[in-house]
């Protein structure tokens, strides 16, 4: 089968966080995002579908999109961890295995900058940016997961969520992984990262064409680390949902080889329009997860 079964487009990607509140200040407040759609954090869920040991849990979602919505954007998905708590992150080093930061498009990356430094936040100084591939500065947000925000293009309005970077312990081993669950390579390139010279490979899916892209960046001291442990309540960046029209055929097209969490699962969204969804789990070699999310096109039809 071709890959019009496998991944098609991203529909979130996940942040765990210490304070919801605190995130939305600084996602929604600060650069513009809106929360369109919350979970209802007094009914409890079935932690143990993305590895965590107490079977119920109790959390309180916030899918936050910037204005192009649900239909053309991709969330994130802010997750507060009431019961069991968040498993906090000590470790800040920015070359650990995972998903390390994200893109953001904005209109004026001065005005932006000053804003965020403002209001309290860690923005650095002008860099060349690791996703966008273009002047950016790098901003710290309250649980250490990294915010590259890039001079968009042309106009917009707020921010743009546009990408994620991993940390890659073995590139080629992440492109394999990722190519064989629907992503399409378009360029790998050397550059050079504070003296250090990192391998940077840039991946898209065939329905977000160039609104969203993955950079996988190897970089030395992340070769030897060990992948992102499975447990969905760990503090930061940890998962991605990808939509497939068939989670039983896009894991049939999948090979042998690419670990798959369990079984598919139906996963419920309490306080949602949505009943819930058919959730298929996958785990990179980095340790990150990915999930096939079953959501058909005619979801996203105008």
Known sequence: ???????????????????????????????????????????????????????????????????????????????????????????????????????????????????????????????DGLISGTKAVLAADPDGAIIELAQAPSDVDGALFGGIRIAAIDLEATARFLTAIGFVQSVTERVTVDSVECAVARFGLPEDADRFTVAVV???????????????????????????ESVEKALAAVPDWVEQCGDPVWCPLPGTKIDGLYIAFLRSPDGVVFEFVERPLKFFSR
């Open 1 to 127: 089968m071709g890959s019009d079964v496998l991944a098609r487009r991203f529909l979130h990607v996940n942040l765990n966080c210490a304070s919801l509140e605190a995130t939305e200040r600084l996602y929604a407040e600060g650069l513009g995002l809106s929360a369109r759609m919350r979970t209802d954090p007094k009914v409890a869920t079935d932690g143990s579908i993305l590895g965590i040991a107490a079977g119920e849990t109790f959390c309180e979602t916030a899918f936050l999109y910037d204005t192009r919505g649900a239909r053309d954007g991709c969330a994130l998905e802010a997750i507060e961890f009431f019961s069991p708590s968040l498993v906090r992150d000590p470790d800040t080093a920015p070359t650990r295995p995972g998903i390390r930061s994200t893109l953001m498009w904005v209109a004026d990356l001065d005005a932006a900058a000053s804003a965020l430094r403002d209001a309290g936040v860690t923005v650095g100084e002008p860099v």
């Open 218 to 244: 190897e970089h030395p001291d992340t070769a030897g680390q060990d992948p992102v442990p499975w447990g969905g309540n760990r503090q930061g960046l940890y998962r991605c949902a990808l939509r497939v």
